[in-house]
């Protein structure tokens, strides 16, 4: 016996891109690009992300889903965002921004799969935007009111997370 299995995800919203580029391999004839299908997949999706305001731009799109792109790695936009030095915060407050315009999609179900991995994300972005801005970025402490000692996420989210340290009161340091 021999097959496939593909496991989708639990929020109906969100199969959209894994079942495209599923189909994509399985039409494929022996050359498939697991990267080339998901960009695909993302220009199509791109349709469901109409909003009442400001419209959300693919390359927006495929920065947040960089940051869930498989269980065990971020995709190359965000680790190349990640290893940035000089664009990192102006590539944050896009992707925060991403984040809150999803509050605005017309498609309400896809809004309610997509937030609470939004939420997650957008926090820590605001951690990190607001540590780099209100301190320099090389400030040795900063204290946000807005994150309690001892919260963790996984993903992307951690990964953000472990830029900065959390004292035992409540402050942050930069890890080295």
Known sequence: MSGLLIN?????PLNHVPLRTF????HSKGNWDARKAYLSAMREWLAHF???????????????????YL??????????????????VKQAKRLRDFCARLNELRDRSLFYA???????????????????????GDASRYHSDSHLP???RGGTVARLQRLLTQQPDGTFIRTR
């Open 8 to 12: 989708p995800n639990n929020e109906f």
């Open 23 to 26: 189909a994509q391999f399985v």
């Open 50 to 68: 109409e909003t009442i305001r400001e419209p959300s731009t693919l390359e927006d799109l495929v920065l947040f889903g960089d940051c869930y």
């Open 71 to 88: 269980p065990h790695d971020e995709g190359p936009e965000v680790e190349a965002w990640l290893a940035s030095q000089t664009t990192f």
């Open 114 to 136: 997509l937030s609470r991995r939004a939420w997650e994300l957008r926090e820590e972005l605001d951690l990190l935007i607001g540590y780099f801005e209100h301190r320099g």
């Open 150 to 152: 001892g919260t963790f």
